[in-house]
């Protein structure tokens, strides 16, 4: 048991348990000397592959979370946040801080909460496994499904016209002329 500073010059390798205590205040200083580098904390499984690692890049003055070699979280001066999918190359789930903004899919949010999806779906609102309705963007349109059922509930088209029970408005166009010709 030693106390006081401790300076090390180099890789310091403990084996067992480093436990740090000080009266109100616990800190470790990773400092990277030349002010343009990296400093991190490795997680590791084997002296030869890392699992986690926390990094910090001192010239932009940003917090990474990587595992397996990956970005998963980065924190950026600014307070922008960044979520990586699977791969860890492609933010995914995105806050912009100065724009108060939320990118899914997008790490340009161009609204207070923007999704970018390339399926149909886009928005799922679901109680239970019985009870839960999707919202589809297909082929100009927004399409209202009772997805418990998957069967299109209504429908607002490219024109804006407003369908409930059909996906076409010519079912539309030849009611209002039959209640034309009355």
């Known amino acids: 048991q030693t106390a006081g500073t401790w300076s090390v ?85 995105f806050w912009d801080a100065s724009a108060e903004s939320l990118g899914i899919g997008t790490s340009l949010p161009a609204s207070g909460l923007h999704v970018l999806r390339g399926q149909a779906d886009v928005f799922r609102l679901e109680r239970d496994s019985t009870n839960d309705w999707r919202f589809q963007l297909t082929a100009g349109a927004l399409a209202f499904r009772d997805a418990t059922n998957d069967t299109e509930r209504m429908r607002i088209d490219a024109s804006g016209n407003v369908l409930v029970g059909t996906t076409s408005a010519a079912v539309w166009n030849n009611i209002a002329n039959s209640a034309d010709d009355n």
């Open 9 to 93: 010059g180099g890789d310091l390798d403990v084996t067992g348990t480093v436990t740090v205590e000080t009266g109100t205040t616990s800190k470790i200083t990773i400092s990277e000397s030349t002010g343009s580098g990296t400093a991190s904390i490795d997680f590791v499984a084997t002296a030869s592959f890392p699992k986690t690692k926390i990094v910090t890049d001192v010239s932009a003055g940003s917090l990474a979370l990587e595992t397996l070699g990956s970005d998963r979280l980065k924190i950026a001066n600014n307070g922008d946040i960044s979520f990586y999918e699977d791969t860890g190359t492609t933010a995914k789930f």
